[in-house]
């Protein structure tokens, strides 16, 4: 299970000896030349069956080498690309149909662990084809997902190559399915040499989300969430409350925004997320949910922080959205909250709020001016220097020009200063 020891930390098994290696990759070859040039015709299954097979053997070659040298030993890695990442959806979707869904609820459920909902059933059926079980060879859906993460290592190509086949999209509607998913049960007297169900939901979770940010570090995949409209999901996922249990793959799905806003804001994607109102479903939630305890807003508006930083480095558009859905009345609202409140835990919350909101005044690129003089005003003070705008994208004046009765930017940074002082 050399995978499996990876993830977790332990020494690496010894890397196949070269003549091994050689073995295996023309043995690699001589299945796909089948695969692809079949001397009779095969059925969807035996294709599939076929595939299944070369699996290990890519896992074998190249688990340990280098991501670069899989185009130049491989020369089919693009056709080889198309098939894994075709398998991968065909499986998915099939357990998220309600045919395949009432199957395997009907199969898996127990007293101790039972589906109760459609969307609970789908996560359950698809996290179960994808966690590892006895061994890392005979888990299919494990070697799957392993197969995806070397060919989400090897370059734009591939992962131009897994867009096309709607791998990202696919992912991130399996991610917010796993917001569902029941409570791992505690262990009781497993095998001596099988993984507690709990360590192999920890694997699937941290392979799950390395694919994905690999993914999403190149443009296509967010243009292809935005195409598919399962962008939007993300905003959603990173503001909704979740059981505790599940809270890995709501910081999972803030990775992955926070690589889409370093790497893939492209026009396109600034456009989706500006025409569905994504910001005003992400304020919406947090202002609206009384589920969510004060230091998880401050963890959900510093993700959003974040993404609003990255993003005044390429466009003006996502800092108006947010101040046109009220935003920054919100903050001004959940400080008043926080200060407020007596628990440790909010006053903790407001120093981490305060901190995240002396940041957001520097986004943008215009110099924050003062509307006119007021006696005892911070900007007044002696030695004190107002922050220089950080982005590098269009200007910030409109902010300067909001009604009164509305919190703008530089009226929000001033009342910020003051606190601080």
Not at 18 to 47: S, V
Not at 297 to 303: H, L, S
Not at 348 to 377: M, Q, R
Request: aromatic share 8%.
């Amino acid at each position: 299970m050399n995978m499996v020891k990876r993830i977790m930390g332990r020494p690496r098994q010894e890397e196949c000896s070269p003549q091994d290696n050689a073995l295996g990759l023309m043995h690699l070859r001589r299945l796909f030349t089948e695969l692809c040039h079949p001397p009779r015709h095969m059925t969807q299954k035996e294709q599939e069956e076929k595939l299944y097979m070369m699996l290990p053997v890519f896992n074998r070659v190249f688990g340990n080498a280098p991501p670069n040298t899989m185009t130049e030993k491989f020369s089919d890695l693009l056709q080889f690309t198309t098939q894994v990442s075709r398998l991968m959806v065909t499986e998915i979707r099939r357990r998220a149909s309600n045919k395949s869904t009432e199957k395997q609820c009907a199969l898996l459920s127990s007293k101790d662990f039972k589906a109760t909902t459609p969307s609970e059933a789908a996560s359950r059926a698809i996290v179960q084809f994808l966690e590892i079980n006895q061994s890392e060879e005979a888990s299919r859906g494990w070697m799957l997902l392993t197969t995806i993460n070397l060919l989400a290592s090897s370059g734009q190509k591939t992962v131009d190559c897994m867009t096309t086949m709607s791998v990202p999209s696919t992912l991130v509607k399996c991610l917010y399915l796993f917001f569902d998913l029941p409570h791992v049960p505690e262990a009781v007297g497993g095998a001596q040499n099988e993984l507690p169900l709990a360590e192999r939901r920890g694997l699937l979770q941290k392979v799950f989300v390395q694919i994905l940010v690999k993914l999403c570090s190149f443009v296509s995949p967010a243009e292809e969430l935005a195409q598919k409209d399962d962008l939007q999901l993300l905003f959603s996922a990173i503001t909704s409350w979740c059981p505790p249990y599940n809270l890995p793959w709501r910081k999972s799905a803030g990775e992955v925004l926070m690589t889409i806003s370093r790497h893939g804001l492209s026009v396109n994607v600034v456009k989706y997320i500006h025409e569905k109102e994504c910001l005003s479903t992400c304020v919406q939630n947090m202002q609206q949910s009384d589920d969510l305890s004060p230091l998880e807003i401050v963890e959900m508006f510093a993700g959003l922080s974040c993404f609003l930083k990255d993003s005044s480095d390429v466009s003006q558009t996502l800092l108006d959205d947010f101040r046109i859905w009220q935003g920054y009345n919100f903050l001004c609202d959940l400080l008043l909250r926080l200060e407020q409140a007596k628990e440790a835990e909010s006053k903790d919350a407001l120093k981490d709020l305060v901190n995240l909101i002396t940041s957001l005044t520097t986004y943008g690129v215009s110099d924050l001016k003062p509307a006119g003089l007021t006696t005892g005003a911070p900007f007044l003070l002696p030695g004190f220097a107002v922050p220089q705008p950080a982005g590098k994208g269009e200007s910030n004046q409109s902010h300067l020009s909001l009604p009164e009765q509305t919190t703008n930017e530089f009226a929000f940074g001033q009342s910020l200063f003051m606190l601080l002082l």
